[in-house]
C-alpha cells in the first residue's frame, strides 16, 4: 500500500510524545508500579453476586446500585450481555446476569431485565440450551435440572495420573476450575433462593418448569454461544458418565469428594484466598460452604475476592479476571526508557522511574510455595505474576517482562541501541543483586517445552489431543499448556538481556541452558512464521501484536533488521497499514485465526505496528512516518488516546480491554520514533 504524506514535524511529535509521557506519569500509583484494568464481561460480577446469596450476604444497597449501573452500561444493542465489549449476546452470560440482577432486587418489569428475557425467550431452545458451565451455575440456584448437566464427577481427579486425561494434566486455570465444579457436582449442591425461586423459573422459561426436558438437553448448546462443538469422544464420555451417575459408587464417590476438598483448600490458602482467579476462587468459596457453612476458611475466602474488586462512578462496581500490576508496571518501563536522553534524564521521569524500580523488585516471589510438588504445582521461586503477586501464580512471560524492564533500568544492554539512551537511574548499589535474576532466569527455563517454546505458569503436561475432549463449549485451546509465540518471545528478549549483561556470572551448566534456549526458541519462531510473513497470536490481537513480540525478540538477540524473518514481517505489516496511516486489527482474527481488519483504526494496534517496523525499517521509512502522523493526531488535549476496541484475548474467545495499552504503547512507539531519529541525525 503506498501513499504519499507530509513529513511529521519534529516539534509535533516532540511535543506528542512530551504530552503522552506526562500523561502516563499522571497513571503511575503512589506505589511506585502502574495497573489499569483488564476488563472482559460481566460473568464474574454475576457469579458474585450468586454466591453471596448463596453464603447468606446482603448486599448493601447502595453497592448493588454501582453493580446495577455497570450491567446498564455494558449491555449490548440489544439489551443484553455479551463475551466481550465488541461481542453479540449471549444465553450464558445474559442468563446469569438476568438471576444476578433479580438477586440485587431488580424488579422483573423494569427494562433492564424485561428486554433480557424477552430475548432469552427468542432464542431457540432459550435458557434450556445454555452451556454446560451456566446448567452448572444455574442447577445450583436450583434453576435448572442436574438431570440435564453433563458430568464432571469428582471421581476424575483420582484416577491414574498416568491416564492422559487425569485432570493434573489440564492447563492451570482449567484443572482449577473444574476441580471446583467437581466437587459441587459431585454434592449436587443448591444454594437457597427463598421466594425468588420459583419467580425466576417462571421468567426464565415461557413453560412451566416442571415440563421442561431437561434430560433432552445435554447436549444442545445454543448457537450464540457455541465456539468449540463437543466432539464424538467427548459425547460418548459424558454418556457413560452419566450412566454412572445413576448409581455412583458411594466410597468412591466420597473419597473423590475429599481429595477435590483438600485440593481446594490447599489452593485457597497457597493464594491468599484469593483463588488463581476470581473465577475459581468463587468456586471455590461455594465448596466451603457446602462443605460446612462455619469453615474457617469461608471468611478469608470471601474477604479475599475482594482483590478482584474494580470501582469507578462511570461504570460502577465489577470483578475483573485479573490483576495486572507487573505486567503493566513493566511495559510502562519499558515505554519510558525508549524515548530520547532529554525524556530519560529529566526530574520527573527519572523520579518516576526509580519508583517503579522498587516497586518490581518488590513483586518477585521470594518464597517457595511449601508442598508445590504434592499438589502438582511447578516451582514459583524467582517468578513474577502477572497481578501484585500476592496470589503466588507466576507467569513466564511476566516475569521476563519484569526481567527487561529491570535491565532497561541498569542502562542499555543491546548493541545496537542508539549511543544515546541513558545512563541508569538506579544507583549501582540499589540495583537487584544477581542472585534474584538468577532465580528469575531459573523460574524461566522450567517454563521451556521440549520444542523451544515456553509455557506460562507452566510447562506443556500433554500433548494437543487434549483439546478433542475440551468440555468448555465456548472457548478454545484451554485443556493444556503449550508453546505460545508471545510468551517464547518475551522469554527469549529477557534471557538474550541476561546474557549481555550477567553471561559472565551464569556459570558453564546455566550459560549453556540460557543459549540453548535462546536458539531453540528463536528457531521456533522463525518455523511459526506463515507463507506471507506473518505470525499468529494468542494473548493479543492477534498478528499485529505477536509481530511486536516476535520482533523484539529478535532485535533483542542482535538478529539485523535485514534477516528475511524480520523483512517478511515488516512487509505484512505495511501490507495491512489503512489509507489514513494507521493499523487496526478485529478481534476475528482470533476466531477464524485469519487477518480480519478493523473498521476503525486502532491506537494499540498502530502503536505495535510502529514499534515492529522502528526495529526493521529506516525511520525516514514513509509507512512510519504515515503511522506516526495517524498516532499523533489521535491524542486527546491531556495527552491521553480514546478508548477504543477490544486489543487483548485468552482461549480464542475472550476478549479483554487493557485499559493501559493505549497509555504506555503510544509512549513507546513516539519515544523510539524520536530516539531513532535523533541517532541517525
Same mark, same amino acid.
Given at each position: ?146 438431570? =440435564? ?154 474477604? =479475599? ?377
Amino acid at each position: 500500500m503506498s501513499h504519499t504524506s507530509p513529513a511529521v514535524s519534529p516539534a509535533a511529535s516532540s511535543d506528542s510524545y512530551q504530552r503522552a509521557v506526562q500523561h502516563l506519569l499522571s497513571q503511575q500509583k503512589p506505589d511506585g508500579g502502574w495497573e489499569g484494568e483488564m476488563v472482559w464481561n460481566s460473568m464474574i460480577l454475576s457469579q458474585y453476586i450468586i454466591v453471596q446469596k448463596a453464603v447468606g450476604r446482603t448486599i448493601p444497597k447502595d453497592t448493588a446500585r454501582q453493580m446495577i449501573r455497570h450491567y446498564e452500561v455494558t449491555r449490548t444493542p440489544d439489551g443484553v450481555w455479551g463475551m466481550h465489549g465488541e461481542s453479540e449476546g449471549y444465553v450464558f452470560f445474559t442468563a446469569l446476569a438476568y438471576v444476578a440482577l433479580r438477586i440485587l432486587g431488580v424488579q422483573k418489569d423494569d427494562p433492564l431485565v424485561a428486554t433480557a428475557r424477552a430475548w432469552l425467550h427468542r432464542q431457540p431452545d432459550g435458557v434450556l440450551a445454555i452451556p454446560t458451565w451456566g446448567k452448572l451455575w444455574l442447577s445450583m440456584c436450583d434453576l435448572y435440572s442436574y438431570e =440435564g448437566v453433563n458430568p464432571f464427577p469428582p471421581e476424575l481427579f483420582i484416577l491414574p495420573e498416568w491416564l492422559p486425561i487425569q485432570p493434573v494434566h489440564f492447563y492451570c486455570h482449567t484443572r482449577y476450575i473444574y476441580m471446583a465444579l467437581a466437587y459441587l457436582y459431585g454434592k449436587r449442591f443448591v444454594l437457597d433462593l427463598g421466594p425468588l425461586r420459583d419467580e425466576l423459573r417462571a421468567e426464565l422459561y415461557p413453560k412451566p418448569y416442571s415440563s421442561l426436558p431437561f434430560a433432552r438437553f445435554r447436549h444442545e448448546v445454543a448457537r450464540t454461544d457455541l465456539y468449540v462443538q463437543p466432539s464424538p469422544v467427548l459425547r460418548a464420555g459424558y454418556d457413560l458418565l452419566y450412566a454412572y451417575e445413576k448409581r455412583p459408587i458411594r466410597p468412591l464417590r466420597q473419597r473423590a469428594l475429599a481429595f477435590c476438598f483438600d485440593r481446594i483448600l490447599f489452593e485457597q490458602r497457597a493464594s491468599r484466598y484469593q483463588g488463581l482467579s476470581p473465577v475459581n476462587a468463587l468456586l471455590n468459596i461455594l465448596a466451603l460452604y457446602s462443605h460446612s457453612p462455619h469453615h474457617p476458611d469461608l471468611q478469608p475466602s470471601l474477604d =479475599g475476592v475482594e482483590a478482584w474488586k474494580w470501582q469507578d462512578e462511570h461504570e460502577g462496581i465489577r470483578y475483573c479476571g485479573a490483576r495486572s500490576n507487573t505486567w503493566d508496571t513493566a511495559f510502562a518501563v519499558q515505554a519510558l526508557t525508549c524515548g530520547p536522553l532529554s525524556a530519560q534524564t529529566s526530574p520527573p521521569v527519572t523520579k518516576s522511574l526509580q519508583a517503579a524500580y522498587q516497586h518490581l523488585t518488590s513483586l518477585q516471589l521470594q518464597t517457595e510455595l511449601a508442598g508445590h510438588q504434592h499438589e502438582h504445582r511447578d516451582a514459583i521461586l524467582g517468578g513474577f505474576c502477572f497481578s501484585d503477586g500476592q496470589h503466588r501464580w507466576p507467569v513466564s512471560d511476566c516475569t521476563a517482562e519484569a526481567m527487561t524492564a529491570l535491565f532497561a533500568l541498569h542502562g542499555p544492554v543491546r548493541p545496537q541501541d542508539p549511543s544515546h539512551l541513558a545512563p541508569s537511574p538506579i544507583p549501582e548499589s540499589e540495583q537487584l543483586p544477581w542472585a534474584r535474576f538468577e532465580q528469575a532466569v531459573r523460574f524461566l527455563l522450567q517454563r521451556r517445552n521440549a520444542d523451544g517454546g515456553f509455557g506460562t505458569y507452566e510447562s506443556r503436561r500433554a500433548a494437543a489431543f487434549l483439546e478433542q475432549v475440551n468440555p468448555s463449549e465456548m472457548y478454545g485451546s484451554c485443556m493444556t499448556e503449550r508453546s505460545y509465540l508471545e510468551c517464547t518471545s518475551s522469554s527469549v528478549k529477557a534471557l538474550c538481556y541476561l546474557r549481555a549483561r550477567y553471561g559472565h556470572r551464569l556459570g558453564s551448566a546455566l550459560s549453556q541452558a540460557v543459549n540453548n534456549a535462546i536458539d531453540d526458541g528463536l528457531a521456533l519462531l522463525r518455523r511459526a512464521q506463515r507463507p506471507d510473513g506473518s505470525f499468529p497470536g494468542f494473548w493479543g490481537i492477534n498478528f499485529t501484536y505477536a509481530i511486536f513480540h516476535i520482533v523484539e525478540a529478535f532485535r533483542a538477540a542482535g538478529i539485523p533488521a535485514s534477516d528475511p524473518t524480520l523483512s517478511r514481517a515488516a512487509a505484512w505489516l505495511v501490507s495491512k497499514q489503512k489509507p489514513d496511516g494507521g493499523w487496526g486489527e478485529h478481534y476475528s482474527s482470533c476466531l477464524n485465526d485469519t487477518y480480519k481488519e478493523h473498521p476503525q483504526t486502532q491506537v494499540v494496534m498502530t502503536s505495535w505496528a510502529l514499534l515492529s517496523l522502528l526495529e526493521t525499517r529506516p525511520v525516514t521509512d514513509p509507512a512510519i512516518t504515515r503511522g506516526i502522523e495517524w498516532l499523533t493526531s489521535m491524542q486527546l488535549p491531556d495527552g491521553s488516546f480514546p478508548q477504543q476496541a477490544q486489543n487483548g484475548v485468552f482461549f480464542g474467545t475472550a476478549m479483554l480491554d487493557y485499559r493501559l495499552y493505549k497509555t504506555y504503547f503510544p509512549v513507546w512507539a513516539l519515544g523510539k520514533y524520536l530516539a531513532n531519529r535523533a541517532a541517525t541525525s
